[in-house]
Structure formats: structure tokens, C-alpha cells
């Protein structure tokens, strides 16, 4: 079975959409800052952690059994609010980072609009085979009227 066609975006409905994604961006940082200071928490308890070192265990005394399944509630916020961003029709990029890309349309061509968290709108592009390094400025492609909300 064909994966389902991805929305294509407009700027305006990226630009649009930047309200509500940023504020749900900013939520996971902070979600991943205490993902982190646990980890490192749980790191200094136990040594190094893979998927198994979060699992309880009946041995596990209380402030540690507690640490864990902190840590398994928060890394599974994590992702299931990141799938929503991307069942809105959003890829996500990098998640530290708050990258994503949006669907888009440039001069007939199908690329991905590039935001990343912190931004005030989405002012860059690239192909779909080129990354973060390949953004390109909408401003020659949109008049600068355009690119501004």
C-alpha cells in the first residue's frame, strides 16, 4: 500500500501554524531539559543506561524506582507529542533542536519549508534530499510582503 501524500503548505499556512507549533516546541525543550537532568541523575545512580536500565526492577529502592518511572513518563510525552506535530503534517528534523519542515511548493517544485524553534517565521528552504546546511532564504523567492505576516 502507497504512503498516504503529505500536505503541501503554504508560507502563509506554515507562518500561520507557527503560533501553535512553537508553543508546543517550547514545551518539549522544557520537557527535554528534565529528560536530561534525570537521565544524568539516573546515569550517576546506576552507570551507563540503555532501554533496560529504565525498566523497574523489584530491587530498585524507592528514590530510584521513582527517578525511573519519571523518566519513562516524561521520554513518552516526549514522543507522543512530537507524533502529533507530525500528524498535523509537520516532518520533524531534529527534536533538540526544535527543527522542522513543512511540505512546500517553490517555482513548481515540491521542497521543504525550514523552521526551527526560536525563529520568527519560516524564512528558509532546501530540496527534499538537502538538509539544515542546504536552507536557502525564501526572501528572493517571496517578496519580502509575502514573508512577513
Known sequence: MPSPKPRVWT???ANGALPDLSFRIGRQMVL???IE???RSLEA???T???DTL???EDDPLVLGTLKAELRDRLERFRSAWREVEEMGVVVKDPRVGLI???GEVEGDIVFLCWQYGERQVGF???LDGGFAARQPLDPVFPKERVLN
Do not use: C, K, N, Q
Request: aromatic residues 12%; proline residues 4%; without cysteine.
Open 49 to 51: 543506561i540503555d532501554e
Open 37 to 39: 537532568e534525570r537521565l
Open 32 to 34: 527535554l531539559a528534565e
Open 45 to 47: 545512580s546506576v552507570g
Open 11 to 13: 508560507l502563509e499556512e
Open 55 to 57: 525498566a523497574p526492577a
Open 125 to 127: 528552504w532546501h530540496s
Open 101 to 103: 519542515d513543512f511540505y
